[in-house]
């Protein structure tokens, strides 16, 4: 049987940490790294299920708050387009009917 090979995002979720940690735990030589096709980063999965198993890894549950200030400035930031073709529309539609 071939062990499945997971990407760096199945690995830090079935772990229950970041991708970041992910690297950091390979680079560190805690956790074998196999490269697809010379640029494709891989874990065995069983690999990941075995460091999961020995309870050496403390899952990252930390929240942060998604401030209003945060969610203001993406809101412009993702609408900016739509935003600023209403202006447009606004100020054509001033200018169509102002002069009727």
Do not use: C, W
């Amino acid at each position: 049987m071939s062990d499945q090979f997971i990407s760096v995002r199945e690995a830090g979720q079935l772990l229950g940490i970041s991708e970041k940690k992910i690297m950091e735990l390979s680079e560190e030589e805690k956790l074998k790294i196999y490269r697809i096709a010379g640029q494709f980063i891989r874990f065995k999965k069983s690999d990941v299920l075995a460091m999961k198993n020995t309870g050496s890894i403390i899952s990252e549950n930390t929240r942060h708050e998604y401030t209003r200030a945060e969610r203001i400035r993406d809101f412009f930031y993702f609408n900016d387009f739509y935003l600023i073709s209403l202006g447009i529309i606004a100020f054509f539609l001033y200018i169509i009917f102002r002069n009727s």
